[in-house]
């Protein structure tokens, strides 16, 4: 495999990470959603819209790049029981915190277009999850005890 389709193949990779990360998203706020009310059903509403929207436009990336785009699973294994408004605003959290990680891959990528888009794309859901843990974290997407060196 030429050094460029080893790019093309890693790049539609980390496409499809990001869009199954969106799946599970969406999915997931159907479960939270339904624990939350007031203002927080609300939140949650909006946020399942922006991953529909988020989910939509990666489909359409990957079949720009002539692939078929990972389908959604019929039901997702949750990281923990969602039993209460709380539970379901850690769940939430960790939808965004997951769906960061996976653009994080696109940023790791060779291709310049696909890293911007990922950059770009991590902070939506990294404000989404600072919003529902009610703080921020110095570098969102990345696994705890990791950090940035220079």
Do not use: C
């Not at 460029?4 to 969406?26: I, T």
């Not at 939270?32 to 922006?50: I, R, T, V």
């Not at 989910?55 to 790049?65: C, H, Q, S, Y």
């Not at 653009?103 to 060779?110: E, H, K």
């Amino acid at each position: 495999m030429s050094a460029m389709a080893a790019s093309a193949a890693a790049g539609l990779q980390a496409l499809q990470a990001a869009l199954a990360a969106e799946h599970a998203a969406v999915y997931g706020y159907g479960v939270a959603g339904a624990m939350l009310s007031g203002a927080e059903q609300s939140m949650a509403l909006n946020d399942w819209k922006a991953h529909q929207e988020a989910r939509d436009t990666l489909e359409a990336m990957i079949v720009k790049l002539g692939a078929t785009p990972v389908a959604a699973a019929a039901a997702y294994e949750l990281p923990f029981a969602v039993r209460d408004a709380r539970s379901a605003r850690l769940l939430a959290t960790a939808l965004e915190e997951g769906v960061a990680r996976a653009y994080l891959g696109l940023v790791a990528v060779t291709d310049q277009r696909l890293r911007a888009f990922g950059a770009l794309a991590m902070l939506p859901p990294a404000n989404r999850a600072a919003a529902w843990r009610g703080s921020t974290v110095a570098f969102p997407g990345m696994p705890s005890g990791q950090h940035a060196t220079g």
